[in-house]
């Protein structure tokens, strides 16, 4: 089960800003029957994330291995690291030459290379649901289910205001990494779920609040394993995302989607609001009849796609 990321090159590649890259690095892993011999279910990665989605640093170890809501005895899980994010140890610095449309087009081309002729599912929180968002715009043949989770097919001006403000700290900052993810935790959880944890209570030994700390000890973690230029990179596709930019409409896009699509929110999301994905739901039924909408309940706001493993189980339990 434990594996290193496999690495493949694709060649010649150019951005949709028309940046060209002679040669890209996507690097990925597999867990699970090898790949071809069962139904596949690619699993995107969000901001911090990468392709350990299981095994020992795996980041959604409750919901995916055997036995367990994506039993990896039935499927065979696929997951690429988006290009830059740093686990394989390849960095991208020019990160304003990417869009999330164009790792959409780098995943493609990366399930081209592997042979995958269609895969089962497509799930992904936050800005790997995005991107899925994306990929099945391009696409709308590539899986028989699309389970975006805590995201949406744009990058709202709320999200785009908040991703200025964590390029302007990555930038800015004597302790960038630290900093940005001490504000990134802010939109992350919600005041309700900040009151429950910490209740305005002091740690003694630091003189300050409990919130503090906890907040300092987050930046830190993130600090030792993650590179700026990752979360540059990141970040920028956080922001991009938009299946109607420079092509058609909404309508005319999605009405092309073959897949069953499974829209999951969170009524306490500050990030990828509930309302936003109530809109796009409301929207894609009114010409597509295979088409969800469920909701986690949760105080924790954006993070509970990562908390709230019982609930995403019974979202899910019914396609797995």
Request: with cysteine; proline share 2%.
């Amino acid at each position: 089960m434990e594996n290193k990321p496999t690495s493949i090159t694709l060649q010649n590649f150019t951005t949709e800003s028309g940046a060209f890259y002679a040669t890209l690095n996507l690097s990925f892993q597999v867990f699970g029957p090898a790949l071809l011999s069962a139904p596949i279910v690619l699993v995107n990665h969000a901001l911090t994330g990468n392709s350990q989605v299981l095994g020992e640093n795996g980041w959604w170890n409750d919901l995916i291995g055997e036995h367990k809501t994506i039993d990896t005895t039935k499927y065979t899980i696929l997951a690429f690291n988006v290009p830059g994010n740093g686990f394989d140890g390849f960095s991208i610095e020019n990160y304003s030459d990417f869009n999330a449309r164009d790792i959409a087009r780098i995943f493609i081309e990366g399930i081209r290379f592997l042979e995958i002729k269609k895969l089962y599912a497509i799930i992904g929180g936050s800005v790997g649901g995005g991107i899925a968002w994306e990929m099945v715009a391009l696409e709308p043949k590539i899986t028989q289910h699309l389970i975006p989770i805590a995201t949406d097919w744009k990058s709202t001006d709320w999200l785009i205001a908040n991703c200025f403000l964590q390029e302007q700290i990555l930038k800015n900052s004597s302790k960038p990494i630290e900093d940005a993810r001490t504000h990134a935790m802010l939109c992350y959880r919600t005041p309700e779920s900040f009151a429950a944890k910490f209740q305005r209570t002091i740690n003694e030994e630091l003189a300050i609040f409990n919130v503090e700390s906890w907040l300092l000890h987050h930046g830190e973690k993130l600090q030792k394993r993650f590179q700026i230029s990752s979360y540059k990179m990141m970040n920028q596709l956080l922001k991009t995302i938009d299946i109607t930019r420079d092509s058609a409409s909404f309508e005319e896009i999605t009405s092309r989607i073959e897949a069953d699509i499974h829209i999951i929110g969170i009524n306490s999301d500050l990030f990828f609001t509930a309302n936003e994905n109530k809109a796009t739901y409301e929207e894609l039924k009114k010409y597509k009849n295979k088409v969800s909408y469920q909701e986690i309940v949760s105080i924790h706001g954006h993070d509970a796609f990562l908390i709230e493993y019982k609930q995403l189980h019974n979202l899910l339990q019914d396609i797995f």
